[in-house]
C-alpha cells in the first residue's frame, strides 16, 4: 500500500473556526490533491499540488486553501469553518502526469457544528 | 472542462453473475485515461482498472475489464463472476492530460446478493 497518511482521521468543530488536514507521503511521488466526498456528488476535487509550492484550484476551491512546502506534506486549510464543510475528506498522490493512477488516504471526517 | 456520468444510482445483482456499471464521459481533450475505483464500506479508495483513450485494447484486470467505447464515449466497467466481496461503491473517473485533474463520477452502490 501506498505511504499516505491523513490527520487528524476525525475532527468535530464549531462554525467560524480554522481547521487544518495534513496528508503526509512517504512516496514521494510528486502530485498531490484533496478531494470531498458527499452524497450524490460523488469526489470533487478542491485543490492539488504538482510540485513543492506549486498549487493549483479544483472545482470547489471556494473556502478552502492549501499549502506545499515539503515534497511529502500537503495541508489543507479552512480559514472559517462553515457547516457546509461537514464532509470526508481525502487527500490522494500519483506518481506523474502521465501516470493519474491515484492512490488515497484513508480519508478525514470533519464535522463543523 | 470533463464529466463523468453515472446513470445507475444502485444495482442488485445475484452472486456468480457478471455485472456491468455503466460510465459515460464528456471531455474536449483528445488525449485522456479513464479510471475505476471500487470504495468499501470501510471507506478506502481502491483503484481497480484503467484505459487510455488511444490504447486500442480495451483493459483488463483479473475479474474486471474496461468496455471502452470511444465513439459513444462510455467506459463500462464489467465484474466477472460477481463475488460478495465485490460489494461497495463503484467509482468512474476521466482526467484530461491537458489539465491533469482527475474527476469523479456520483458512483454505483453495487450490492452483491447470496
Known amino acids: 500500500d501506498a505511504g499516505i497518511t491523513q490527520s487528524p482521521r476525525h475532527k468535530v468543530t464549531e462554525t467560524g473556526t480554522p481547521v487544518t488536514l495534513r496528508c503526509h507521503q512517504t512516496e514521494n511521488h510528486r502530485y498531490m490533491y484533496w478531494y470531498r466526498q458527499d452524497p450524490g456528488h460523488g469526489l470533487r476535487l478542491i485543490h492539488y499540488?504538482?510540485?513543492?509550492?506549486?498549487?493549483d484550484k479544483g472545482e470547489v476551491s471556494d473556502g478552502y486553501s492549501v499549502s506545499r512546502s515539503k515534497t511529502e506534506d500537503f495541508l489543507l486549510t479552512l480559514e472559517s469553518a462553515t457547516s457546509s464543510q461537514t464532509s470526508v475528506y481525502f487527500c490522494?498522490?500519483?506518481?506523474?502526469?502521465?501516470?493519474?493512477?491515484?492512490?488515497f488516504g484513508s480519508g478525514t471526517q470533519l464535522s463543523v457544528l | 472542462a470533463q464529466k463523468i456520468t453515472q446513470t445507475q444510482p444502485g444495482m442488485f445483482v445475484q452472486e456468480k453473475e457478471a455485472v456491468t456499471l455503466d460510465c459515460t464521459y464528456d471531455?474536449?481533450?483528445?488525449?485522456?485515461?479513464l479510471f475505476w475505483y471500487k470504495q468499501p464500506s470501510s471507506g478506502e479508495m481502491i483503484f481497480l482498472i484503467y484505459q487510455g483513450s488511444y490504447d486500442q485494447q480495451n483493459a483488463t484486470e483479473g475479474r474486471y475489464s474496461l468496455n471502452f467505447q470511444k465513439a459513444r464515449k462510455s467506459a463500462n466497467l464489467v465484474i466477472s463472476a460477481s463475488q460478495l466481496g465485490d460489494s461497495a461503491m463503484y467509482f468512474c473517473?476521466?482526467?484530461?492530460?491537458?489539465?491533469?485533474?482527475?474527476?469523479f463520477g456520483t458512483g454505483t452502490r453495487l450490492t452483491i446478493i447470496p
Open positions: 473517473a476521466i482526467v484530461n492530460f491537458g489539465n491533469e485533474k482527475l474527476t
Open positions: 471531455t474536449s481533450d483528445p488525449s485522456y485515461g
Open positions: 490522494a498522490i500519483s506518481e506523474s502526469k502521465g501516470n493519474q493512477k491515484l492512490f
Open positions: 499540488s504538482y510540485g513543492v509550492k506549486d498549487t
